[in-house]
């Protein structure tokens, strides 16, 4: 760097990220790592990089906690609360990320980003350049200069206001240097800079616009008057310490030049695999990077093909046809659009030896095709393929049967490593070592400019693609044979796809009429709460606006502000819980709220699915998405239907059964998760709880606060309901500070006595750490295993993560073991019987049937016996079952 036209941007790592994390809503990736700090600091990258474009780029970050500043301050940033773990382990993530955009990150132990920005802006002033700092902290307007500009974050990350040293003066009236004086003598609550007490803002700026700096005021004290001038007197030393500690050191010894922050764009490749790692998908098409391994894989797959391609419309059937009565490697059905349910086919491959033949969709239904339909309709003629579920639901939609599911490469894949980063065929192919093929959005495109290419080009990656899993295929199997996966694979999750493909082509039924006149009940009930509201507050307003609203319970009504942000009061979700106890209005937004996403997401989401000519609405399950083993619902999600609220509950009221004079019979495992924590931990106390049929959460409750079951009150129980299923799901204190809002103070001593209590759960959760560092993974009782590649990790945060996971993961992922184990009993329960009731829904612990009256009594037995034997544990499964005329009546 070292010319005027160089321009340098310095971002202040820490300050941003901080300010993600709390902007931003909670998010988690598929291995279930946070990621919501992390993303928002991506998005404010992207666009700084756009707006800016820069010839330099760094990325400073604070080391540790300790800084020279302690030495003259102790207390210098004592009054902050320990970084969040959900925050903290996103600080690994980030660093990791950063070489994948090839920008340089610094940080050195006893200094503060801060100064390494200050250093670095200093020196590129000296030579020539520009620099252009962003921070979400006031104090880096210290710095401003002519060639300098500071831009701080506003509205979390998403905005930035520019400051020159003109707009520090419009804005205070100040120079950039005297925001130190600022500081010195208002001090700074974040940082625990004392300042002068008593000084705020507005005081110390009409101090410094008559006497200029800290050292003027302290001169000219005398002439102040009453309490403002006993507060200055009485602490001279503080304001004189405040205004150091404020200032930035900018003659940090660097390791780092100028020119180590160069800056030249990313690579493509690098860049698309740490994005898709972190799965941010949207940044993958907002950068056009969806087909960017292309290249890569094109150079990989250059090497002669080992097979031959026959378009069978030109070579003819004969051929294909002594070749499916022979031997058949592998199939690949293609399609568009992501729901199977509405997707339409774009062609067929066949491999078979050296020949891999293409057919083209339109002559599947052609007279010619009828052995290759029979062929797929046939259950002893097995078939390989690529997500076969899908491919399942893509040919029955053109009336074609599939079966003879033998092996399926992503759901082998699956099992293998459930997190694998990148599962897609060409994935598969680099990580074992094998020439890559192109991967479909570089063929296809992807979304709106999704477009089917020429039919030679649509077979040669066709045949790419079964060729593919032809030579994964011996790869997969003897992986799952060597990690004793195979029982797994072979009896629970490939058995299971088909049972999975049944419940979706058979769908459920909606009544969309009730739909609705529900929603026209909501929107009634939504109109009425306006009403309300508006009648509360005096006039009529934008509820949709937190502006607006912040200004009616802030301003007009005057309730306690609980959180501001740049723009205003903030009115989220958290804050207005915490301020329904001091108002009636703000239990009604919370209602208007509730109400009004059940209408839009619920009501009129649901009616968009209810499909035409089977009055039915067809979900599709994935098997391959959740890292501990649960299934996921698409196309719609019918595991999210709200249930908490009564509203919410109602929307089951319009899921009714198929054929008249039926019942819908709804079972679901009662905490089956605390069991499953009870068997694997061996704790005595919740064995015990278990096979005595108590209340688990009055039972903890009871120890935790050391009081008889007849003592513990509603309060009692919901804490301990928290701590029990937040003991299940790895959480945190500050987790459990948030869902009972509490101090993370109070949440981490329950937690400590909820170990003490329960000593077999203690000593479980201790044993599975090391075992987990041991092995580098955790595995469920089924032998489900699920990788921990951080479980080492010297970074504490990655660490502290991974032993989160190692521990909560053999606990959900047995739960989702079982329910899957029971779905598939029950399925042959039904076919050995010769019953007509039908398995129609999984909802996470749940299982929805409907069920022809004369075989109501029956399946009332079966379902909670097959449910309850599907695993044999210490303590017993227990499944509740009920029906009704509906799905809501059934629970």
Known sequence: ?????????????????????????????????????????????????????????????????????????????????????????QFPLLKELLPAFGISQFELAGYEADDIIGTLSRVAEEKGGSVVIVSGDKDMLQLASDQVTVLITRKGVSEVERFTPEDVNEKYGLTPAQIIDLKGLMGDASDNIPGVPGVGEKTALKLLHEYGTVENVLEKVTELKGKLRENIENNMDSARMSKQVATIFREVPLEKTLDDAAYSGYQSAELVGALRKLEFKSLIERLDLVGAVSEDAGAAGSEPLAYEIVLV???????????????????????????????????????????????????????????????????SAAKSGYDLHRDELVLARAGIELRGLAFDALL???????????????GLLSRHGLASIAPDEAVFGKGAKFRVPDRERLAKHLAAKADAVRRLKPLLVEEMEKQSMHRLYYEVEQPLSVVLAGMEKQGISVNGEALQELGAEFQRRIEEIVSAIYKIAGFEFN????????????????????????????????????????????????????????????????????????????????????????????????????????????????????????????ADYSQIELRVLAHISGDEGLKEAFRNDMDIHTKTASDVFGVSPDQVDANMRRSAKAVNFGIVYGISDFGLSQNLNITRKEAAAFIEQYFSVFQGV??????????????????????????????????????????????????????ADIIKLA???????????????????????????????????????????????????????????????NWYEAK
């Open 1 to 89: 760097m070292g010319n005027g036209t160089d321009k340098l941007v310095l971002i202040d790592g820490n300050s941003i990220i901080n300010r993600a994390f709390y902007a931003i809503p909670p998010l988690t990736n598929g291995s279930g790592l946070h990621t919501n700090a992390v993303l928002g600091f991506t998005t404010m990258l992207l666009k700084v990089l756009e707006e800016e474009k820069p010839s330099h780029i760094l990325v400073a970050f604070d080391a540790g906690k300790v800084t020279f500043r302690h030495e003259g301050f102790a207390e210098y940033k004592g009054g902050r609360q320990k970084t969040p773990p959900e925050l903290s382990e």
């Open 313 to 379: 419309e030109e070579a003819g059937w004969g051929e294909l046809n002594d070749a499916l009565a022979a031997n058949v490697d592998s199939l690949i059905v293609e399609s568009n659009g992501d729901n199977p349910h509405q997707a339409e086919g774009i062609g067929l491959a066949v491999a078979a030896g050296e020949k891999i033949y293409f057919v083209p969709w339109e002559l599947l239904t052609a007279a010619d095709a009828g052995p290759l339909r029979a062929w797929l309709g046939e259950l």
């Open 412 to 426: 082998a894949a699956y099992v293998l490593d459930p997190t694998e980063a990148d599962p897609s065929i060409g």
């Open 543 to 666: 509820i949709g606006s937190p502006k607006q609203l912040g200004e009616v319970l802030f301003d007009k009504l005057g309730l306690p502000v609980v959180k501001k942000t740049k723009t205003g009061y903030s009115t989220d979700a958290e804050v207005l819980e915490k301020l329904e106890p001091y108002h009636e209005i703000v239990r009604q937004i919370l209602l208007y709220r509730q109400l009004a996403k059940l209408q839009s997401t619920y009501i009129e989401g649901l009616l968009k699915e209810i499909r035409p000519e089977t009055g039915k609405i067809h979900t599709f399950y994935r098997q391959t998405i959740a890292a501990t083993g649960r299934l996921s619902s698409q196309f719609p999600n019918l595991q999210n239907i709200p249930i908490r609220l009564e509203e919410g509950r109602q929307i089951r009221k319009a899921f009714v059964p198929s054929e008249p004079g039926w019942r819908i019979l709804a």
């Open 762 to 815: 203690s000593r479980f959760m201790e044993t599975i750490k090391q075992q987990a560092k041991q092995d580098g993974y955790v595995s469920t009782l089924l032998d489900r295993r699920r990788y921990l590649p951080d479980i080492r990790a010297s970074n504490f945060n990655l660490r502290s993560f991974a032993e989160r996971t190692a521990m909560n993961s053999p606990i959900q992922g047995t739960a």
């Open 823 to 885: 779905m598939l009993r029950m399925d042959e329960a039904l076919r050995e019987r010769g019953l007509r009731s039908r398995m129609l829904l999984q909802v996470h612990d749940e299982l929805v049937f409907e069920v022809p009256e004369e075989e109501l009594e029956l399946m009332s037995k079966l379902v909670p016996e097959v449910m309850e034997s599907a695993l044999k544990l210490d303590v017993p499964l227990k499944a509740d079952v009920s029906h009704g005329s």
